[in-house]
């Protein structure tokens, strides 16, 4: 079992490259979530999703898409990277609304 | 708008010496409230959720408690294996879809032996 796994686990971006952040979890778990973690900040949801085919906006989407086409699966792409995209980011998933979330072990970005 | 503020932002504990953590949350309608715990360079570890006040958990040193505007983490003489970031979020009953979590900025616990 190897939980949420998130790849890469840093990268380094130049201002307007895209990317995507992959995320993938083994639990068969319906909720997945991506969030960015700045000092001060705390934690933000950028996107969510409640189940393959399903998403929403969260806190910050702006820059940001996602897509869930298998329940595994939730990657995070970033269309043109600013440098206020600079950031941790990380990937969660969770079986059912008021149970705890898994979290990955984050991405680092820079985006210089 | 949704809010969550956790204090206080540091925390500085000898060893043994117990103390408590502060949660308030401004929220329409309660679904849940999570504890998290976070150590550097890792992601955030679930600790409690807790959906009522009045309600309480505990887990090993730690004991955490709501009320209708706030929750505390209690811990009991705490190790030094307790120093981490300990973050706090809600979840309102207006998401009815679940999954939209609003995390407070954490509050950095360090425990000297």
């Known amino acids: 079992n190897a939980g949420v796994t998130q790849t890469p686990k840093f990268q380094v971006l130049k201002t307007g490259q895209s990317m995507t952040l992959q995320c993938a979890q083994d639990?068969?778990?319906?909720?997945m979530s991506w969030y960015r973690q700045d000092p001060g900040m705390g934690l933000r949801l950028i996107h969510y999703?409640?189940?393959?085919?399903?998403?929403d906006q969260g806190e910050v989407p702006n820059g940001y898409n996602v897509s869930r086409s298998t329940t595994e699966d939730f990657p995070l792409r970033l269309l043109s990277a600013a440098p206020s995209q600079t950031s941790v980011y990380f990937c969660?998933?969770?079986?059912?609304?008021?149970?705890?979330?898994?979290f990955g072990s984050g991405t680092r970005l820079t985006v210089v | 708008e949704d809010q969550v503020t956790q204090s206080p932002e540091a925390l500085r504990l000898q060893e043994g010496e117990s103390s408590s953590l502060n949660c308030s949350y401004t929220?329409?309608?309660?679904?849940?409230l999570f504890w998290y715990r976070q150590d550097p360079g890792k992601g955030p570890e679930f600790l409690f959720t807790?959906?009522?006040a009045g309600e309480e958990k505990e887990k090993e040193r730690l004991k955490a408690t709501l009320t209708k505007k706030e929750s505390f983490l209690h811990i009991t003489a705490p190790k030094p294996e307790d120093s981490a970031t300990y973050l706090c979020?809600?979840?309102?009953?207006?998401?009815?879809?679940?999954?939209?979590?609003?995390f407070g900025q954490g509050t950095e616990l360090s425990v000297k032996p």
């Open positions: 807790l959906y009522s």
């Open positions: 979020a809600v979840q309102a009953r207006i998401y009815n879809q679940g999954g939209k979590l609003i």
């Open positions: 639990m068969n778990h319906e909720y």
């Open positions: 969660a998933s969770s079986s059912g609304v008021l149970n705890g979330y898994t």
């Open positions: 929220v329409s309608g309660l679904r849940g």
């Open positions: 999703s409640v189940g393959a085919g399903i998403t």
